[in-house]
């Protein structure tokens, strides 16, 4: 029995201000809005779907929630930029980013964080 394996995984993220964090994913963004509850949305990405969710501790993790596979980087680097999206510079062992940019193991990967601090990512496969 494969248990979870067959299960679609659906990602969660909080918001400590669910408006704001409407109009940043569904204005800045350009998501759909598939579903909204009093404490609760839905959206979807391609043929997955995330929800935010409202708490008072959204934005608080300091780690990656979330990543974008996308097939242009550049591409949607500069389109997320003209919406006003900046781009986190990082510098650890292991990882560092030129330009937003970082590079690795067959991939490029961005981060920025949404309208409530939490960390995203877009990435492209540049091997397959």
């Known amino acids: 029995m494969d248990m979870l394996g067959d299960a679609p995984l659906i990602a969660i993220i ?5 408006a704001r964090a409407k109009a940043f994913y569904t204005d800045t963004l350009g998501l759909k809005l598939t579903e909204e509850k009093p404490q609760e949305l839905t ?8 929800g935010v969710y ?7 993790a300091a780690h990656t929630l ?5 097939a242009d980087l550049d591409g949607e680097m500069e389109a997320l930029r003209s919406r ?3 781009f986190e510079d990082y510098d650890f062992p292991g990882l560092k ?4 940019i970082a590079e690795a193991d067959g991939m490029r990967a961005a ?3 949404d309208s409530e601090g939490n960390i ?3 990435h492209e496969r540049t091997t397959t």
């Open 14 to 18: 909080p918001a400590a201000d669910l």
């Open 43 to 50: 959206f979807q990405c391609g043929s997955t779907e995330f």
């Open 54 to 60: 409202e708490t008072p501790s959204g934005g608080q």
């Open 66 to 70: 979330a990543t974008f596979k996308v």
């Open 84 to 86: 006003g999206i900046t």
């Open 97 to 100: 980013t030129v330009n937003g």
């Open 111 to 113: 981060w920025f964080k």
């Open 120 to 122: 995203l990512c877009v």
